[in-house]
């Protein structure tokens, strides 16, 4: 079952799929970890016993030692390889799949949901945060590993050396620990508060540069500019805030280890002096000294770590969290055998549980092959009717039908799958002409490309293109106008060849060359097939067999043109409006 199935999932079931890479960093981290505590032994051996040998033998002694040293060394060496090698490896593969999930996931939730997002902040969730949540996973598990190892041995072997300089030098831990615990609660809001700022920044960059047509077009740079450094602006507020504690945090545990090596130095030297400590064990105490202290610096850097990671970790959550309102039930059928015929059974819609109705209580059936037009003011709800039949969203009331099945007992694919929408604002995605194309049906062969592309009155410009069908057309279609992307919009639709069609003011923006070529390709594409018009333009749609004219109050009025302007209503103004 996929994790974003799962409301429950934890931060350590991404460790399932490499419970072999991390048995196995973890056991490198403690070989690792237990070759620096044997250094100093060896060290000690050599300057409290070796060297008061005879010369000859002490020589000998100490090259043997130093060829040990050396093989600990290169022991040391492989495992910090394959922590650094395999254990970053196992991060960037959960990594791989945290995003795997989250992406996924993203795809699963409904319009409901995107209506209310900036896709930087979006975006961000799935890049900054991802990023320090698997250093986390990777660094975290080994770091505690390590630092416990070489302060639990140092303290040991500390303690056989010298028990009361030991004991001496361990009452500073209680101190650290407590003061990271203070401090580690108050970092934990800041952090998370960096991301917000973070993802709000994104947020500010995609949509500046997603209409910096816009802003160009208007000279409005400098407003950007204010707008952004405002943003900005927090963000570092923000990350001073954090670096206030940070700096706080590191300096004084910095300065609490360093005073530990000073007062062992003292203590140790007044024991020397009194004949209680031999200055080889004072050496050996300043080692460990060494090996204790750098573990606990560890584990102050991991509390940055820690707090980026699970900040990252708690807006990955969030998402993951959200259960979307629109999914397959457990027993959705498949839509087979598709005719077209679609009802409206008193169905009734508000966006929002504190909105209003934007339809009450419509009643409409449309029979398979008919053409039927929506028309109305903005705001009427006619683009809202149309969304519920692919289950965009999900009706407040009632119940919308294709072949008397209810949408919601079908499965999304299947029933979005026979259904073709072409919209106003067409988005083509960065790549080549027949990229766009194959959006429609991806296992399509190049032939039934080309032929969708020729019903949409398309294939002559693509022909005219540099690389024709292989010509990138950039982001978001801009190197082509508005007219062409349409017709590539429609081919993409001829390609899916689906049994009911939904126009969404297909032609509006384009001029009257281009909306002829449009609307004929339109024409031929809505033949045979169930097709809801929506315009706003009344000349395109004079020829429907069936027009309905819809209000805030419904369906107010229905007919072909000809019934609908000698009713002298509603219809009649917006005609001649």
């Not at 991060?91 to 993203?106: L, P, Q, T």
């Not at 620990?177 to 920044?201: C, G, P």
């Not at 809202?384 to 009331?397: A, Q």
């Not at 690389?467 to 390609?495: M, P």
Request: proline letters at 2%.
């Amino acid at each position: 079952m996929s994790k974003t199935e799962n409301k429950k999932v934890s931060i350590f079931s991404y460790y399932r799929p490499y419970k072999g890479l991390l048995a196995l960093d973890l056991f490198f981290a403690t070989l690792g970890a237990s070759v620096t505590l044997v250094m100093p032994l060896i060290v000690r051996y050599i300057t409290g016993t070796v060297i008061y040998e005879e010369s000859g033998a002490a020589w000998q002694t100490i090259v043997e030692l130093s060829i040990l040293m050396i093989c600990l060394l290169l022991v040391e060496l492989g495992c910090n390889f394959y922590i650094t090698y395999w254990g970053h490896l196992m991060g960037a593969r959960m990594e791989y799949g945290m995003r795997n999930d989250i992406f996924e996931h993203y795809q699963k939730l409904s319009f409901t949901f995107y209506d209310n997002q900036k896709v930087g902040q979006l975006m961000s969730r799935v890049t900054n945060d991802l990023f320090d949540i698997t250093e986390l996973l990777h660094h975290g598990p080994e770091d505690i590993i390590i630092s416990l190892i070489k302060i639990v041995g140092a303290l040991v072997i500390l303690g056989h050396i010298n028990g009361r300089l030991t004991l001496i030098t361990a009452c500073f831990l209680p101190f650290i620990l407590a003061f990271a615990l203070y401090l580690n609660k108050r970092m934990k809001r800041v952090f998370k508060q960096n991301r917000v700022k973070m993802a709000d920044i994104n947020g500010q960059i995609e949509d500046n540069l997603s209409g910096i047509r816009v802003v160009k077009s208007f000279a409005n740079e400098e407003l950007e500019m204010e707008k952004f450094k405002a943003g900005n602006d927090r963000f570092l507020a923000t990350k001073r805030h954090s670096y206030l504690y940070m700096g706080t945090y590191q300096s004084v545990l910095n300065a609490m280890l360093t005073a530990v090596t000073i007062v062992a130095v003292l203590v140790g030297s007044r024991l020397i002096i009194g004949g209680n400590m031999a200055i080889p064990d004072l050496i050996t105490f300043l080692l460990y000294i060494a090996n204790f202290t750098e573990p606990v610096k560890k584990l102050i850097n991991f509390t940055e770590q820690f707090q980026n990671g699970y900040s990252g970790y708690s807006r990955f959550r969030e998402i993951m969290d959200i259960q979307p309102d629109i999914a397959d039930k457990a027993d959705a059928k498949e839509l087979t055998d598709v005719r077209g015929t679609v009802e409206f059974r008193d169905v009734s819609f508000r966006y929002e549980d504190a909105t209003e109705k934007v339809l009450d209580h419509v009643s409409l059936t449309v029979p398979a092959g008919s053409y039927v037009a929506l028309v109305g003011s903005s705001g009427g709800g006619k683009t809202t009717l149309c969304s519920l039949i692919p289950r965009f969203y999900d009706v407040t009331g009632g119940s919308v039908c294709i072949d008397g099945n209810d949408v919601r007992d079908l499965t999304l694919r299947s029933l979005r799958n026979n259904i073709g929408i072409v919209q106003q604002d067409v988005y083509l995605f960065a790549g080549t002409v027949m990229d766009n194309i194959l959006y429609g049906r991806p296992d399509a062969t190049q032939e039934e490309v080309i032929e969708a592309a020729k019903n949409a009155n398309a294939h002559d410009f693509i022909m005219e293109l540099p690389e024709g069908y292989h010509t990138d057309i950039g982001q978001r279609g801009v190197k082509l106008s508005g007219g062409q992307k349409q017709r590539l919009s429609i081919a993409r639709v001829f390609l899916k060849n689906p049994r009911i069609l939904i126009f969404d003011e297909a032609t509006s923006a384009l001029d009257n060359e281009s909306e002829r070529i449009v609307q004929e390709s339109l024409e031929k594409l809505a033949k045979d097939r169930t097709t809801f018009v929506i315009a706003h333009r009344l000349s395109t749609i004079r020829n429907a067999e069936r027009i309905l004219v819809l209000t805030e109050d419904g369906i107010a009025e229905e007919g072909t043109h000809e019934e609908l302007m000698a009713m002298h209503g509603v219809y009649e103004k917006l005609y001649n409006m």
